[in-house]
């Protein structure tokens, strides 16, 4: 198993969000961060500035330093000021004295950005930050993602460029959403989709009936409602990314991240310091109004006319308040029909099912903060992949079966239930390592952290056994 971390912190690190956002960052302190960016094949060192933003160093770059590096290509712009930053694509660029240097070095105190700026006359929303000289001349900086994806030039990154700009590649601005699909941004995703039971059963996992999401500048609200009657909501910011490719789902056109600040669930609201989670879309045809998930979901944009009500209505307001009527948690199922599910899935992922051999099926409740209490502060999970206040439910089970090459192997597993969303993790430990290999950064270390736990879960013995009858019952069940 995969322990290494591969160092990839600069990679999108320039913008992690794919679209400008509404809000701009808290006054504060900005780290000097000098950078080489690849421009059309041509390395260029650019002198940008970072802030500390959601979990990570994101860059800013200023903006007169962009027009001038790309002045004569195919996405140069002109820069102007008429109270409003106004800049006009294709215009050539003439300069002021104060491109590619700084009248100030170090890390320097900054202040939130116009917010407002327009491009070839139309107003678009673009998050930036202020720093002054000495002298109070101000100097505007933005994120560079930002900027490519509102002017109109690529902004991507690899392990063998690093950040890079193909002046060529990009979609020219325009007010009419992008003519073609594959080159979308969140701007076009914006508004509320709903999920009512469309599509393959199998979408999150069976336990869910409805959902609800919101996408507006650069922020998300997610509703859920499942079959136990449990309401779930998440919100915080979300970015778009396009052509994946997950060894755990395989290539995907376009993934949400999203970075959760609030969680409310059974019952109680829960500030979350961090959390990160993805939604892949698979398929996606905007023109008709939906998207599809990677377990086969249909969402569609709630004015959409074969939209079917949803009972999410019933359950929640859309004030931006959390007054939401929430009932007691579910309770915990019969420890058989749990061993049952994942048995199943294990029997049916299996080289040669007809060979397994259950030897051992621990279950019972789990509590994360409670199982940890007394650890050291290292060794604690965090809320960053799974929430510490959800309630759970853990299966083990020891397992002999013939592995690829026909040898009778034993093996630990762990299905991972989430009472709270719904939520089941299979084969906890294998999941989150197949994550963790396509993860970099802080999300590496996260997806670590449960294969981590998963190992720690297998090796417990305070789960109460089940007895021998109730196993070959249930394998009797599986192998029918």
């Known amino acids: 198993m995969r322990k290494k971390i591969t160092a990839l912190f600069l990679a999108l690190a320039l913008s992690l969000s794919l679209i400008p956002t509404a809000l701009a960052a808290p006054a504060g302190i900005a780290k000097a961060s000098t950078q080489s960016v690849e421009v059309d094949g041509t390395p260029v060192e650019f002198q940008m500035y970072a802030l500390e933003e959601a979990g990570g160093l994101i860059n800013y770059v200023k903006l007169r330093d962009v027009a001038h590096v790309l002045n004569g290509t195919s996405a140069q712009f002109s820069v102007g000021y008429d109270g409003t930053i106004s800049i006009v694509t294709g215009e050539t660029y003439t300069g002021n004295g104060s491109e590619m240097t700084t009248p100030y070095s170090g890390d320097r105190a900054y202040e939130p950005g116009p917010g407002a700026v327009k491009v070839n006359g139309a107003g678009v929303s673009l998050e930036a930050i202020v720093l002054k000289d000495d002298a109070g001349g101000a100097y505007t900086y933005f994120k560079l993602r930002d900027l490519g994806a509102a002017l109109g030039f690529k902004v991507d990154w690899t392990g063998e460029r690093g950040?890079?700009?193909?002046?060529?590649?990009?979609?020219?601005?325009?007010?009419?959403?992008?003519?073609?699909?594959?080159?979308?941004?969140?701007?076009?995703?914006?508004?509320?989709?709903?999920?009512?039971?469309?599509?393959?059963?199998?979408?999150?996992?069976?336990?869910?009936?409805?959902?609800?999401?919101?996408?507006?500048?650069?922020?998300?609200?997610?509703?859920?409602?499942?079959?136990?009657?449990?309401?779930?909501?998440?919100?915080?910011?979300?970015?778009?990314?396009?052509?994946?490719?997950?060894?755990?789902?395989?290539?995907?056109?376009?993934?949400?991240?999203?970075?959760?600040?609030?969680?409310?669930?059974?019952?109680?609201?829960?500030?979350?310091?961090?959390?990160?989670?993805?939604?892949?879309?698979?398929?996606?045809?905007?023109?008709?109004?939906?998207?599809?998930?990677?377990?086969?979901?249909?969402?569609?944009?709630?004015?959409?006319?074969?939209?079917?009500?949803?009972?999410?209505?019933?359950?929640?307001?859309?004030?931006?308040?959390?007054?939401?009527?929430?009932?007691?948690?579910?309770?915990?199922?019969?420890?058989?029909?749990?061993?049952?599910?994942?048995?199943?899935?294990?029997?049916?992922?299996?080289?040669?099912?007809?060979?397994?051999?259950?030897?051992?099926?621990?279950?019972?409740?789990?509590?994360?903060?409670?199982?940890?209490?007394?650890?050291?502060?290292?060794?604690?999970?965090?809320?960053?992949?799974?929430?510490?206040?959800?309630?759970?439910?853990?299966?083990?089970?020891?397992?002999?079966?013939?592995?690829?090459?026909?040898?009778?192997?034993?093996?630990?597993?762990?299905?991972?239930?989430?009472?709270?969303?719904?939520?089941?993790?299979?084969d906890l430990e294998n999941y989150a390592s197949t994550w963790a290999d396509d993860a970099w950064g802080q999300k590496k270390l996260d997806w670590m952290d449960v294969e981590s736990e998963a190992l720690l879960l297998g090796a417990m013995v305070s789960f109460p056994e089940l007895s021998r009858e109730s196993i070959d019952r249930i394998v009797s069940q599986i192998k029918g």
């Open 163 to 426: 950040v890079f700009i193909e002046t060529g590649a990009g979609t020219a601005p325009a007010p009419a959403a992008p003519a073609d699909p594959s080159d979308l941004t969140l701007a076009d995703f914006e508004g509320i989709w709903l999920y009512s039971g469309e599509g393959e059963k199998n979408h999150v996992n069976s336990y869910t009936v409805a959902e609800e999401l919101i996408i507006s500048g650069g922020e998300y609200e997610l509703y859920r409602l499942t079959e136990y009657s449990s309401y779930y909501c998440t919100r915080g910011t979300i970015v778009l990314q396009k052509d994946v490719h997950s060894s755990l789902v395989g290539d995907m056109p376009y993934m949400f991240d999203f970075y959760s600040n609030v969680r409310y669930s059974t019952g109680k609201l829960t500030p979350l310091q961090k959390e990160y989670g993805t939604f892949p879309v698979m398929e996606v045809d905007l023109a008709a109004g939906y998207f599809i998930d990677r377990n086969g979901g249909i969402f569609r944009r709630a004015d959409a006319p074969t939209v079917k009500p949803l009972a999410l209505a019933d359950i929640k307001q859309r004030t931006g308040k959390d007054d939401f009527a929430v009932p007691e948690p579910a309770a915990v199922g019969n420890a058989e029909d749990y061993a049952y599910q994942a048995l199943d899935y294990i029997h049916s992922h299996l080289k040669f099912p007809s060979t397994m051999k259950v030897l051992e099926v621990r279950a019972g409740s789990y509590d994360r903060i409670k199982n940890y209490e007394g650890a050291p502060e290292m060794m604690k999970p965090s809320g960053a992949i799974l929430s510490l206040t959800d309630q759970y439910y853990v299966v083990t089970m020891k397992i002999e079966a013939a592995n690829s090459f026909g040898a009778m192997v034993t093996d630990t597993y762990v299905s991972l239930f989430n009472l709270t969303d719904g939520k089941t993790y299979h």
